[in-house]
């Protein structure tokens, strides 16, 4: 008996435990805690942190933005986040075996299929380019600081102009008649670093409609992009595991390196006040909240099928109540931070051009290809820091990659299911990037920046919003909020804190909606620059969106046409119940009302081990212990 008591105390696989067994032998359990936590971080913390976030903050009252921002945390993202873990780790299944839950809507986890494959194709065209601008960064002088190059036009005008390649640093009268015809001529005024991105990186067309030719260097760094990601994928998560302690740690490496060389710089305090300045007044206007709410839910990778998959993974008993305060606590931290970072260049820019802040920030590939490389020019040793932030950027981008092919590769194997499909998800692994490696082939076109945007806008906009706010629905009112509280009482060995309670049932589920309306209210047809997308691209932007929710009433159609009953109510009622099979995945966990029918009078489980559930009921779940190895009270601390 104390053997077993000991046994089940090291499910939670925490840092320094004296076995690395997995639990779950046939499936594989993360080799401890501490990899599922930093896969989970390097997922949620990706390029929207750096790119998206601080431009949003300063567009919205920069410090007042704090306040929504996490008020939405608190009622919306931490909760979802935690319902998304605990719903994955409960059942040890991925996005689409989870819905045994409530099998009419498995169609659900067909629409987080495809909205993580339209993710997946785009995610890792912006990495590749990030390979591409790191590996032109391994020169004595940046490529983009000049304008006396092939591909740059007459309205090229640097901060450091070409006569700079062989004058004297002393000869300042130059540099302030440089400066002086930027400021004059701000308004026609293209910068080295845009031309370099429009016409030599992307050469990019009039039209999303021509394609024009394939750029090379672009399709190499692709090819070389997925090579990097199956490689660190090629055992699943045994291998992600440990690729993670450095693709997830060493990201803050650099922005702690970029943040301390940033303060330095004359101008950084302009910048990072222009981020933090507090416009009070703002708080009131709900476009504030609703982009609050919109940053939350998107940065945090609620509904992508991504911390399912993750969280199937663990060990039944972890404490993933705990994990997904930590991790989301973290990615926000993560934006706050490298907002920082990215003002404090952008400030010392400003004042070098003096202009203000507002006329050199921008967000998305703006900022990470044209602003911030700029902005890296007028550095000393440009090439160090340029490699270092590139460097970065790739990093963030695989953490968040790396989920999404397994979250896909994982649904494949789940939903097949067979030995020889598990003892071979290697090929699987292959299969899936190969196919998005040719998936994303257009999008190194010269036109592929209209389709990477159009994929960004549209793939994974509202879509998001309606599967999230159907899947709370379903397991909180079709499967029922008192058997999931009693489902995660079984795994955690405490209920979910009150807190939790009501926002899965009302508060998140609201925030949710009032998301959907912000975005439907907000909606205004995708640019690009000054390009206006054709009529036809944004219907099939549309169709993108729609192509992940349709799968929900499509597969809840098929699920009631083949159920058993006489009548159409009988049939819905048999496709809303809960397979036979759901619940915990191994025998040892199956105990309260998923235990196997053993004679009456006998309590024991599967191993032999005495349940006194007859007596003291509430005593078995205070057995079970959380990853820490100590019971938890409802109100558990974090």
């Keep these: 008996m104390e053997k077993k008591v000991c046994e089940s105390m090291q499910n939670g696989a925490v840092l320094g435990e004296t076995t690395k067994k997995d639990e779950n032998i046939r499936r594989g359990n993360w080799g401890n805690q501490i990899e599922f936590v930093l896969t989970s971080v390097g997922y949620a913390v990706g390029l929207g942190n750096v790119w998206r976030f601080p431009y949003l903050c300063y567009r919205n009252g920069g410090g007042a933005f704090m306040f929504p921002y996490f008020i939405m945390l608190v009622f919306c993202g931490i909760p979802l986040f935690f319902l998304e873990l605990s719903f994955g780790q409960f059942a040890s299944l991925g996005c689409l075996g989870v819905w045994k839950v409530s099998p009419m809507f498995k169609g659900v986890g067909y629409g987080m299929m495809v909205v993580s494959t339209y993710i997946g194709i785009y995610y890792n065209v912006v990495i590749c380019i990030a390979f591409y601008y790191f590996f032109m960064s391994m020169t004595n002088v940046l490529p983009w600081t000049y304008c006396n190059n092939p591909w740059n036009t007459k309205d090229c005008s640097g901060v450091v102009g070409s006569s700079y390649a062989n004058a004297s640093i002393a000869n300042t009268s130059t540099l302030m008649r440089n400066i002086s015809e930027l400021v004059n001529h701000t308004a026609k005024r293209t910068s080295p670093s845009e031309e370099y991105w429009k016409y030599h990186v992307l050469n990019i067309s009039d039209d999303i409609g021509h394609f024009g030719e394939v750029r090379l260097p672009i399709l190499g760094c692709l090819a070389a992009s997925w090579v990097v990601v199956f490689f660190c994928l090629i055992k699943g998560v045994k291998s992600s595991g440990k690729v993670v302690y450095f693709t997830a740690t060493f990201p803050y490496v650099v922005l702690t390196v970029l943040f301390i060389r940033g303060i330095t710089l004359d101008g950084a305090v302009n910048g990072i006040k222009y981020y933090l300045t507090p416009q009070w007044k703002m708080i009131l206007d709900a476009k504030v909240w609703g982009d609050a709410a919109s940053q939350i839910f998107y940065s945090l990778g609620c509904a992508w099928g991504g911390l399912i998959t993750m969280a199937s993974y663990n060990k039944f008993h972890n404490n993933c109540y705990r994990d997904s305060i930590i991790i989301s606590i973290t990615n926000c931290a993560t934006s706050v931070y490298a907002g920082f970072v990215i003002f404090s260049i952008l400030g010392f820019m400003a004042h070098h051009l003096g202009v203000d802040v507002a006329d050199v920030a921008d967000h998305g590939p703006g900022l990470a290809f044209v602003a911030y490389p700029e902005a890296l020019t007028l550095l000393p040793i440009s090439p160090l820091w340029s490699l270092l932030f590139f460097f970065m950027l790739i990093l963030l981008g695989l953490g968040t990659q790396f989920c999404l092919l397994e979250t896909l590769v994982t649904a494949i194997v789940d939903e097949i299911g067979t030995d020889w499909i598990i003892r071979n998800k290697t090929y699987v692994t292959l299969g899936v ?90 909606y205004k047809p995708i640019t690009y620059n000054d390009y206006i997308y054709p009529g036809w691209s944004l219907i099939i932007g549309f169709l993108m969106a729609l192509s992940s929710v349709i799968c929900i009433p499509i597969y809840a159609i098929y699920k009631i046409w083949t159920s058993e009953g006489t009548t159409f109510l009988e049939r819905v009622k048999n496709a809303l119940k809960p397979d036979p099979s759901w619940g915990p995945a191994l025998q040892e966990h199956r105990t309260g009302r998923y235990a196997p029918n053993v004679s009456s009078g006998s309590n024991l489980n599967q191993e032999g081990q005495l349940l006194h559930t007859k007596e003291k009921p509430e005593e078995v779940s205070l057995m079970i212990q959380g990853s820490n190895d100590s019971a938890h009270n409802p109100e558990a601390s974090v």
């Excluded at 945007?453 to 599967?467: C, E, P």
């Excluded at 060995?493 to 309306?517: D, N, Q």
């Design 433 to 522: 990037a190969v196919v998005g490696f040719l998936l994303g082939v257009p999008l190194t076109s010269q036109a592929g920046i209209y389709w990477l945007l159009l994929m960004d806008n549209y793939a994974a906009s509202f879509s998001l919003v309606i599967i999230s706010c159907i899947m709370c629905v379903s397991i909180m009112y079709i499967y029922g909020f008192h058997n999931y509280f009693k489902d995660v009482e079984m795994m955690l060995g405490f209920p979910p804190p009150i807190f939790f309670r009501i926002c899965w049932r009302f508060v998140s589920p609201a925030i949710i909606s009032f998301i959907l309306v912000f975005t439907v209210v907000q």
